[in-house]
């Protein structure tokens, strides 16, 4: 570096009459001008706005499609609730007597066969689908006794099927335990 300086130095003389040639400056400018311009970049808002309209008619699409195969479809069926006052609280009363069975039976540990449980779930959801068309009988003639009484008997029976299967599912329980009780006492 000291060497430039030294060389500048000594030719001072020469570099102050020396002028730059025509069109130098331009050329300076627009080196200057290009190195700038690659290294900033231009954006544009329209991709933005495109991507946006895309997520948005997604989005308004998946609506539809989820109004229509799932909220709508509830709405072609009728409870007992919608009937009457009084049916309403029967309806309610056998809804909540089965979540809690269907609660015990979920709860119940069957270690030896989880396929059993397996199998006994799909059962009571089976006798849901025959509840799920009675519901739709109900919107088609609301008046019908017939219809009405029908679902009541279903909640009936379920509930008794319900109570039953609990019941057995106890009594396996308590006579492993007495098993493993005795078991733990002969040693």
């Keep these: 570096m000291k060497n430039i300086e030294d060389i500048i130095r000594n030719n001072k003389d020469f570099f102050e009459d020396a002028e730059p040639s025509e069109g130098?400056?331009?050329?300076?400018?627009?080196?200057?001008?290009?190195?700038f311009q690659v290294?900033?970049?231009?954006r544009s808002i329209v991709p933005y706005l495109l991507k946006a309209a895309v997520v948005t008619l997604l989005i308004t699409l998946s609506s539809l499609w989820t109004w229509d195969h799932f909220i709508r479809t509830g709405s072609s069926r009728m409870t007992?609730?919608?009937?009457?006052p009084q049916y309403k609280e029967v309806e309610n009363y056998y809804v909540h007597?089965?979540?809690?069975?269907?609660?015990e039976i979920v709860n119940v540990d069957l270690k030896n066969n989880p396929a059993q449980k397996t199998i006994l779930l799909k059962e009571l959801?089976?006798?849901?689908?025959?509840?799920?068309?009675?519901?739709?009988?109900?919107?088609?003639?609301?008046n019908d006794e017939r219809i009405i009484n029908a679902m009541i008997e279903h909640?009936?029976?379920?509930?008794?099927?319900m109570t039953y299967i609990v019941n057995q599912l106890k009594t396996i329980r308590n006579d492993n335990q007495n098993k493993k009780e005795n078991e733990n006492t002969k040693l």
């Design 24 to 35: 130098h400056l331009e050329r300076f400018n627009r080196k200057l001008e290009k190195r």
């Design 39 to 42: 290294n900033t970049i231009t």
């Design 80 to 84: 007992l609730g919608q009937v009457s």
């Design 97 to 103: 007597q089965v979540n809690l069975m269907e609660g």
């Design 125 to 142: 959801k089976s006798m849901d689908s025959t509840y799920v068309s009675l519901q739709k009988e109900l919107k088609a003639n609301p």
């Design 155 to 161: 909640y009936q029976t379920k509930l008794e099927v």
